[in-house]
């Protein structure tokens, strides 16, 4: 979409929309989190990169920064945000329109995180090398 376009315009309607199922399924993370919705909240992100790297066989390097993954954690939770679902693959081939209304498909990556996470798959694609 942003491609072909051109434009970022499209998501000035995507993003507040999706803004609008995050903030409306808020009361909804306990429930989510029970029906097997993945956990990576800030509190488990470093567990979840500690097993990661043990699993895939990561450079010393990385397991190094084992520390640091909990420290830049530890800083983002002080923003005091909540914490809902992200949809972990938001960029424009999830996004469809479909008699004037955007449709966002493919939550197979969803997980509870912090809403910042939400766009850096989505800021990637529309802005290679960011």
Same mark, same amino acid.
């Given at each position: 979409?942003?491609? /072909?376009?051109? #434009?970022? &315009?499209?998501?000035? &309607?995507?993003? *507040?929309?999706?803004? @609008?199922?995050q903030?409306?399924?808020?009361? &909804?993370?306990?429930?989510?989190?029970?029906?097997?919705?993945p956990?990576?909240?800030?509190?488990?992100?470093?567990?979840a990169?500690?097993?990661?790297?043990?699993?895939s @066989?990561?450079?010393? /390097?990385f $397991?190094?920064? =084992? *520390?640091?993954? =909990?420290?830049l954690?530890?800083?983002?939770?002080?923003?005091g945000?909540?914490?809902?679902? +992200?949809?972990?693959?938001?960029? &424009?081939? +999830?996004?469809?329109v $479909?008699?004037? /209304?955007?449709?966002?498909?493919?939550w @197979?990556?969803?997980?509870? #995180?912090?809403?910042?996470?939400?766009?850096s798959v989505?800021?990637?694609?529309?802005?290679p090398?960011?």
């Amino acid at each position: 979409m942003v491609a /072909r376009e051109r #434009s970022l &315009d499209r998501w000035y &309607d995507v993003l *507040p929309l999706y803004a @609008g199922v995050q903030l409306e399924l808020a009361q &909804d993370v306990d429930d989510l989190l029970a029906l097997g919705v993945p956990d990576m909240r800030l509190a488990a992100l470093p567990k979840a990169y500690e097993h990661l790297m043990d699993e895939s @066989g990561a450079e010393r /390097r990385f $397991r190094d920064a =084992a *520390p640091m993954v =909990a420290d830049l954690c530890d800083d983002l939770a002080t923003y005091g945000l909540p914490e809902l679902l +992200q949809h972990d693959d938001l960029h &424009d081939g +999830q996004v469809f329109v $479909r008699d004037g /209304r955007h449709l966002v498909l493919d939550w @197979g990556d969803a997980c509870i #995180s912090h809403p910042f996470f939400t766009l850096s798959v989505t800021l990637r694609e529309c802005w290679p090398g960011a």
